[in-house]
């Protein structure tokens, strides 16, 4: 009877032991950092087994003995429920950092930005040449589904420039969608509380507007007196008058010079000609644009100039506006 207590006592020890063992081991292997020299992506495909993503993890360098990962996934199954995505791992990351990445989903964020005052056709090749996004016949459909109940029938001013985020292998249709959802509820934003002397029958108008107001100036802050201006030039039926929208209206066969031709040229987007706004917008329209298309500067203002440093010179008459455009071209031309 003693002998069996002994040897009871005797294993009992040896489970402790080897179980303190395993777990200092455990410690060791989970908290070792990973040999990377470089940030790396890492793909977990849908449906993929753990032991098959161990394999990938030793290739890389990630871990170095699999077959203990395979039985401690048995004692720990939490540790191998990876989700499906494209991950990225780092230099000195411990092992343990790894599983919680692929366990938790939170896949590498890659960024595009779409810049305010590009055409849609500017952001649409961006779009087809941005790494690790996927434009295929779906984005098309997407595209013409959302033009078709556009009152432009294209997506020219309608979607909002920003930084969008996305993980690889996303559809390019989500960052246009996203695109024209954060336009939407910015444009709606803008006219709901609209100054109440603006011009314009829609937001759509009102949208147009900005996008002109987008190309004329760089400035941020001259953005609403530019808006007053061509707001009180629609108000006295005069026409715009604006440089941007004879180019737009020329399109590929602008050669980067206006001449004084293409000012007396008719197209549906000169507004030396056409009298009030253009049919569409003429670029993406940055949020401060929108907003002050909608909300213009209160001036007599009629006209403006640049000055060739980015801003303008404003002018109440044309008088004043003659004597600027001589001051400033001058100077432009000398």
């Known amino acids: 009877m003693r002998f069996i207590l002994k040897l009871l006592l005797f294993l009992l020890c040896c489970s402790a032991l080897l179980g303190t063992a395993f777990y200092i081991y455990t410690n060791e292997q989970l908290n070792a950092a990973v040999?990377?020299?470089?940030?790396?992506?890492?793909?977990?495909?849908?449906?993929?087994?753990?032991?098959?993503?161990?394999?990938?993890?030793?290739?890389?360098?990630?871990?170095?003995?699999?077959?203990?990962?395979?039985?401690?996934?048995?004692?720990?199954?939490?540790?191998?429920?990876?989700?499906?995505?494209?991950?990225?791992?780092?230099?000195?990351?411990?092992?343990?950092?790894?599983?919680?990445?692929?366990?938790?989903?939170?896949?590498?964020?890659?960024?595009?930005?779409?810049v305010e005052g590009l055409r849609w056709r500017d952001w649409l090749i961006q779009l087809k040449n941005q790494p690790n996004l996927l434009f295929d016949q779906d984005t098309e459909n997407t595209i013409a589904a959302l033009e078709s109940d556009l009152p432009s029938q294209s997506l020219e001013g309608w979607l909002l420039p920003d930084t969008y985020h996305y993980a690889m292998g996303t559809n390019a249709s989500v960052i246009?969608?996203?695109?024209?959802?954060?336009?939407?509820?910015?444009?709606?934003?803008?006219?709901?509380?609209?100054?109440?002397?603006?011009?314009?029958?829609?937001?759509?108008?009102?949208?147009?507007?900005?996008?002109?107001?987008?190309?004329?100036?760089?400035?941020?802050?001259?953005?609403?007196?530019?808006?007053?201006?061509?707001?009180?030039?629609?108000?006295?039926?005069?026409?715009?008058?604006?440089?941007?929208?004879?180019?737009?209206?020329?399109?590929d066969s602008f050669d980067g010079d206006i001449k004084r031709k293409d000012l007396?040229?008719?197209?549906?987007?000169n507004t030396y000609v056409i009298k009030g706004l253009p049919p569409t917008a003429i670029a993406m329209a940055s949020q401060l644009a929108i907003q002050a298309a909608f909300q213009p500067m209160a001036t007599d203002e009629l006209y403006f100039v640049a000055k060739g440093d980015g801003s303008h010179q404003f002018s109440l008459s044309l008088q004043e506006h003659n004597q600027a455009v001589r001051q400033y071209q001058l100077k432009k031309n000398n």
Request: aromatic share 8%.
């Open 176 to 251: 246009i969608l996203m695109a024209h959802k954060h336009l939407l509820t910015v444009l709606d934003e803008a006219w709901q509380n609209r100054a109440l002397d603006v011009p314009y029958q829609s937001s759509f108008e009102g949208l147009i507007m900005a996008s002109i107001i987008e190309k004329e100036t760089g400035v941020a802050d001259e953005r609403p007196r530019i808006a007053g201006v061509f707001v009180n030039r629609l108000n006295q039926r005069m026409r715009l008058q604006t440089d941007p929208t004879v180019i737009y209206g020329i399109g």
């Open 35 to 114: 040999e990377l020299q470089q940030p790396q992506l890492f793909t977990v495909k849908k449906g993929q087994a753990a032991g098959q993503v161990l394999n990938q993890l030793q290739i890389r360098g990630v871990v170095n003995n699999p077959l203990f990962f395979k039985v401690l996934f048995r004692l720990r199954p939490q540790l191998a429920k990876f989700k499906a995505g494209t991950y990225e791992l780092l230099p000195n990351m411990s092992r343990q950092g790894v599983l919680d990445l692929l366990v938790s989903g939170k896949e590498k964020q890659f960024t595009i930005s779409l």
């Open 264 to 269: 007396t040229t008719p197209t549906p987007y």
